[in-house]
């Protein structure tokens, strides 16, 4: 037991000691600090203290600093759990304390000691085994005509159970503000997800923040109800929530009939609401679950069905949370049906205007690619193709409308009709480009939404073992010549398609050997490297280095798997390999 009156004071007097005062502790304040008394200017320093009246029982104390001994009433010994015969000393009192706390009482009691005055502290006392009760003790400190503390005196009052509201305030303002954030997490999770998929798992994850441990969204349709996504729920426990039976209530039609949730906390009350699910919610790990109607902008959809593995009161603001999770759910599904109806006109749409199946043409081994951008609407004007042309010479073209929407999409179509046209009727392939370039400017008669594009047009003539290659602001195609580096073909480029009406453009012809391998792809290949195109044209060349004895279909794979593609950057990406193959022997 810490003895504070074995200290000696500085004037040469006993008790509680120390040549310099320390500093109090947040539950302990002098006259003067914040939220301490201050003195009455009429009440002098050696008047006695008098308690004011209140509703509160407060008992009296009045403590003999030089030999510890405490004048009280039975009131203050009861508060601090001491038997009204006990010894009235200042050690008795000190026992009750936690050990915990005693270096800092014993601190702070010195401190208002030698500081005089007014005083306020809070403290712990023990009320039982791992219980306590909280006191505040108020009052003043008197002295000798010397100056010396002599006596303290004051009252102590039980502070119990407005503490106990404080700290449950303080809780419910931890739990709201934990709420609330869980809450924005939980939102800013379904807003990001676009697939139903990442919906369930943004749903699991937020859901258990608040409990719970399942959930299934189960649908309202003309044969009955059906789980149409699901998490943590077995499909024994579905079947079961979802038999419907004639004449006999069930937790998920009750919460659709009615269109409000149904709440149910206990397995006891699941039994006693709808008995044909006792034997189901036995065998189960929830016991206590949520059905919620949800709905979207057409009307109700639905219900969904929540599962927590342990009882739940469900108060006031957590059915008002889980209303909240539904909702939120149900328009992130709304929002996932309609991306994927449109993800799904855009892929036909797309497929549609691409070559159907492997392109094959006579003397070549070819392998094409398409990848669709990473972000916005997954439909583009990137496109290729292969047309095998009169005399056994075959062209292979790519080309690029400006961005990927549907009007790209359109106008890809209309430009890789023509340019199959123009190359069917004999034309070389500067006549085809210069042709198709006047057209595209017919097509962009509204200057507000013109667009050009970008086209790469190849002959390759596998008798004679020449390529004819003319460009229209499109990037120059690869050649990998059997035991030789990849390169560039050195070629004018002319203007895009669509820019200038006169614009003319130029053809190179150049001899290659069999086994070479032509690669040509759009620039959605080339500047995927945080859009520094000679990087990405380094980087694309490196991935040739093996074109020659490849396969190229894998080698097509490859080059695109190691595309590092960003938000900021995303473009659609169209590739073309094709190896002169070896004449045939006779």
């Known amino acids: 037991m810490t003895d504070i009156r074995s200290l ?35 009440e002098s320093s050696n008047s006695p203290f008098q308690p004011s009246a209140g509703p509160v029982q407060a008992g009296f104390f009045c403590w003999d600093v030089a030999t510890g001994e405490i004048n009280c009433d039975p009131l203050t010994f009861s508060l601090h759990g001491l038997p009204e015969d006990g010894p009235p000393h200042l050690d008795s009192f000190l026992s009750r304390i936690p050990e915990s706390d005693l ?38 400190v008197l002295a000798d005509s010397a100056g010396v503390p002599t006596t303290m005196v004051g009252v102590v009052m039980d502070t119990t159970a407005a503490h106990e509201r404080q700290e449950a305030e303080r809780r419910g303002f931890h739990e709201g503000a934990t709420r609330n954030r869980r809450m924005q997490q939980l939102t800013a999770a379904l807003a990001a997800a676009v697939t139903v998929k990442d919906i369930v798992a943004a749903t699991q994850a937020g859901l258990q923040d608040f409990g719970a441990d399942g959930f299934a969204v189960v649908a309202s349709l003309p044969g009955g109800l059906s789980a149409v996504a699901s998490c943590g729920y077995y499909d024994e426990e579905l079947a079961a929530v979802c038999d419907v039976r004639p004449g006999v209530r069930s937790l998920l039609q009750d919460a659709l009939a009615r269109q409000a949730p149904v709440f149910v906390a206990s397995v006891t009350e699941l039994a006693a609401a709808y008995p044909q699910l006792a034997q189901a919610a036995e065998s189960s790990r929830r016991r206590a679950w949520a059905a919620i109607p949800m709905a979207d902008s057409r009307g ?4 969904c069905l929540m599962g927590f593995a342990s009882l739940q009161e469900f108060g006031p603001e957590e059915r008002a949370l889980l209303v909240a999770v539904a909702g939120l759910l149900a328009q992130s599904l709304e929002r996932a049906r309609m991306y994927e109806a449109q993800q799904a006109l855009a892929t036909e749409l797309q497929r549609g205007m691409l070559p159907p199946g492997p392109l094959s043409a006579p003397g070549l081994t070819i392998a094409a690619r398409y990848q669709a951008a990473t972000s916005g609407m997954w439909i583009g004007g990137d496109w290729y193709d292969a047309i095998c042309l009169p005399g056994g010479a075959v062209a292979l073209v790519i080309g690029d409308v400006q961005g990927h929407s549907v009007p790209a999409a359109s106008l890809m179509g209309k430009l890789r009709t023509a340019v199959r046209a123009y190359a069917c009727e004999g034309h070389g392939p500067a006549a085809v480009l210069t042709r198709t370039n006047r057209l595209l400017v017919e097509f962009d008669t509204d200057p507000d939404r013109a667009m050009f594009a970008t086209c790469c047009y190849l002959v390759i003539d596998p008798a ?31 203007l895009p398609l669509g820019v200038d009406p006169q614009a003319r453009y130029a053809t190179k012809l150049t001899h290659i050997r069999p086994g070479s391998v032509l690669a040509v792809t759009t620039d959605g290949l080339l500047e995927a490297a945080e859009g520094d195109i000679d990087a990405g044209i380094e980087a694309f060349l490196a991935g040739l280095e093996r074109a020659t004895t490849a396969d190229l279909e894998v080698l097509a794979d490859e080059l695109l798997a190691g595309v590092r593609r960003t938000p900021r950057h995303s473009d659609d990406i169209a590739l073309l390999l094709a190896r002169l193959n070896a004449p045939a022997a006779h």
Request: proline fraction near 11%.
């Open 300 to 303: 109700p959809t639905g219900v």
């Open 464 to 494: 004679e073992g020449t390529v004819e290659a003319c460009t229209a602001g499109h990037p120059a195609p690869a050649l990998v010549a059997p035991g030789e580096p990849p390169r560039l073909l050195d070629i004018t480029s002319g």
């Open 8 to 42: 000696s004071w500085p004037n040469g007097g006993e008790g509680i000691a120390g040549s310099a005062t320390p500093a109090l502790p947040s539950h302990a304040r002098r006259t003067g600090e914040p939220g301490a008394k201050d003195p009455g200017t009429e």
């Open 103 to 140: 270096p800092e009482f014993v601190v702070a009691l010195q401190s208002m000691v030698e500081s005089g005055g007014d005083y306020q502290i809070a403290y712990r006392v023990a009320a039982g085994e791992g219980v306590w009760r909280s006191l505040e003790a108020r009052g003043r």
